[in-house]
């Protein structure tokens, strides 16, 4: 459906410094997969002409997300309201189909096989599905967000694709739909929910930080403290108090039984080193149950330690010191001691070669871009197209704020990608897609889209 339109120039209205800034951070990203991959005497040119390496493959994927950017950008505003739902079902369907036509990547059964070395990841695409699917339930007329009817479907929304992510041993995009929860704050959703969301977080940190019993009295210490402060509320109305005393029997219930049981018969043995690690704390593999179930495993002594990752990751970067050691002069990503390099750790190639001074650099583009997609929603006059705005806002935010503070041991490894910059053609395709439409909406911000 293309625009009628007197003026139907592909520039009008559209806000070409993101365009700018789209296109220098996927040139940031296949130089990174460059110098991760070069060697010495290769023929770069042909290198990059000859579609077997990572980062020519990289530039193939940038030309199929070229033309799917000018379509998207000759499509008229109205078709991505009126497809919403069936994008959704469709992505919804692309998911459950990995369970019949998935291949296993990593001990993720997420891709599809598309031939040709190329592969095709459905929760990555589903992104931009749901958030289109959840714009246009709030941007209807008779969805009322301060109704939890309204609220349960809009979370039901954002958590479909998650749960299905979960089922397929993909963690990391799985959280990743959570970040809509910001969106519906924006939206309306009581504040009341974020905060138990965050204390439920520090309370699992708190967990791993201290020992059961001293967090254990101080759960009790707090909980007599606001009996003191609420005694005259209390007298008056008892619900208080025994609202008060469950909460308290939930929190030493979780910290006591639900974290432990956890971390011992739920998350793999590396994931929950990881996760201590991430505290500066050290996880008793003995505890796990399937750690136990491959005790008499031959490989087990042979096999990397959990947090190697995220020490060569540490390395890397951190012996890029202030200024670097400069482009292609790398000796631990060059060496390939940082596993993935050129997938969810590609930021210490970043590290290694420009330093601190060079992190920072590309950090402020990321910033630059967030702020000017912010900006972008708020001008919007449609509910659709604003929450769609702040959908990917919030997308590119836990994308990057994630992936940075993984490579640097502030989070444990959950393997998403670094927006635009990680290799791997349903990433960058999804992001461009994301940005892409936005684009398009914002070109018509002066139409009111439901």
Request: glycine share 8%; charged share 15%; proline share 3%.
């Amino acid at each position: 459906m293309m625009q009628n339109r007197n003026n139907n120039s592909l520039s009008q209205g559209i806000d070409w410094l993101i365009v700018w800034l789209y296109a220098i951070l996927v040139c940031i990203g296949i130089l990174c997969i460059f110098m991760v991959e070069y060697r010495p005497g290769i023929d770069v040119f042909q290198s990059f002409i000859g579609g077997k390496t990572n980062y020519s493959k990289q530039l193939i994927f940038e030309g199929v997300c070229i033309v799917a950017a000018t379509f998207i950008l000759l499509a008229d505003s109205k078709l991505f309201t009126a497809l919403a739902n069936l994008m959704y079902a469709f992505g919804i369907l692309l998911m459950l189909s990995t369970f019949v036509l998935g291949k296993n990547i990593n001990g993720s059964k997420s891709w599809i096989p598309l031939g040709g070395g190329f592969n095709l990841q459905p929760a990555e695409m589903c992104k931009m599905f749901a958030a289109l699917a959840l714009a246009k339930y709030l941007a209807m007329q008779e969805t009322d967000f301060r109704n939890l009817k309204s609220q349960l479907i809009a979370g039901a929304i954002a958590l479909g694709p998650a749960v299905l992510s979960i089922l397929q041993n993909e963690t990391g995009l799985a959280l990743v739909y959570f970040s809509f929860f910001i969106v519906m704050y924006r939206e309306g959703l009581p504040p009341a929910l974020l905060i138990i969301g965050f204390s439920f977080g520090v309370l699992v940190v708190a967990t791993l930080l201290l020992e059961p019993n001293v967090l254990a009295v101080i759960l009790t210490v707090i909980a007599a403290i606001t009996i003191y402060a609420l005694k005259k509320q209390i007298k008056r109305q008892k619900g208080i108090l025994y609202m008060i005393v469950i909460i308290w029997t939930v929190c030493v219930g979780i910290q006591r039984f639900a974290v432990p049981y956890i971390f011992n018969n739920v998350f793999q043995c590396y994931q929950s080193t990881r996760i201590y690690s991430m505290v500066g704390k050290e996880y008793d593999c003995s505890n796990n149950k399937s750690a136990i179930k491959r005790i008499n495993d031959k490989e087990k002594a042979a096999k990397k330690p959990d947090d190697y990752n995220v020490r060569q990751s540490k390395i890397a970067i951190g012996s890029g010191g202030l200024y670097g050691k400069g482009f292609l002069k790398g000796t631990q990503t060059r060496g390939k001691y940082v596993p993935e390099q050129h997938t969810d750790f590609i930021f210490t190639s970043l590290g290694e070669a420009f330093g601190l001074a060079g992190c920072l650099a590309f950090l402020a583009l990321y910033l630059f871009l967030l702020f000017r997609i912010i900006r972008m929603a708020e001008r919007q006059r449609s509910t659709f197209s604003r929450v769609y705005a702040y959908s990917v806002a919030c997308i590119m935010f836990f994308h990057i704020s994630v992936n940075v503070c993984m490579t640097i041991g502030l989070f444990p490894i959950i393997g998403i990608p670094l927006p635009l910059i990680s290799y791997g053609g349903s990433s960058l395709l999804s992001f461009t897609m994301l940005l892409f439409v936005l684009l398009r909406l914002d070109a018509d911000r002066q139409m009111v889209l439901r």
